[in-house]
């Protein structure tokens, strides 16, 4: 596995990529992206030489991340980009992480399969088996 990216839960997508811009100098590397199955809407960021950044922002109150962004958004999780996905769920279920999401498809990964766990000190983990982001635009 290898770290693909960070989530980080916003109030407003809109100001988060503006403030990653201006603080960070982070460029948007992806168009807004609704995922209707965690009822969120995503973007992620790029900058030369670092990590890609996930911006989430909820879509309405019975989103998973709702109750983060009203307290004002944060650290979500880590993603880490896997060969096969169901593998090493099954690997890290025997080292005693707790999955949260089953294997679904993901609309900011071109549907490719992701999946939450949860590890030791409360690290909210998506996997990924694919490095595709759905709708990228020109930078």
Request: include cysteine; hydrophobic fraction near 40%.
């Amino acid at each position: 596995m290898i770290v693909d990216h960070i989530g980080i839960v916003v109030k407003s997508i809109e100001e988060g990529i503006s403030y990653w811009e201006k603080v960070f100098r982070y460029k948007q590397l992806t168009e807004i992206v609704v995922n209707t199955r965690q009822k969120v809407k995503v973007v992620f960021l790029t900058k030369e030489n670092s990590l890609l950044i996930k911006l989430i922002e909820p879509t309405d109150e019975t989103s998973p991340i709702y109750r983060i962004a009203r307290k004002g958004g944060g650290l979500h999780h880590l993603a880490f980009r896997c060969k096969e996905i169901n593998e090493e769920i099954s690997r890290l279920k025997g080292l005693g992480l707790r999955v949260i999401t089953n294997p679904e498809p993901g609309e900011a990964f071109e549907n490719n399969q992701i999946a939450f766990l949860l590890g030791d000190q409360a690290l909210n983990i998506e996997l990924i088996d694919t490095d595709k982001k759905a709708q990228q635009i020109m930078l």
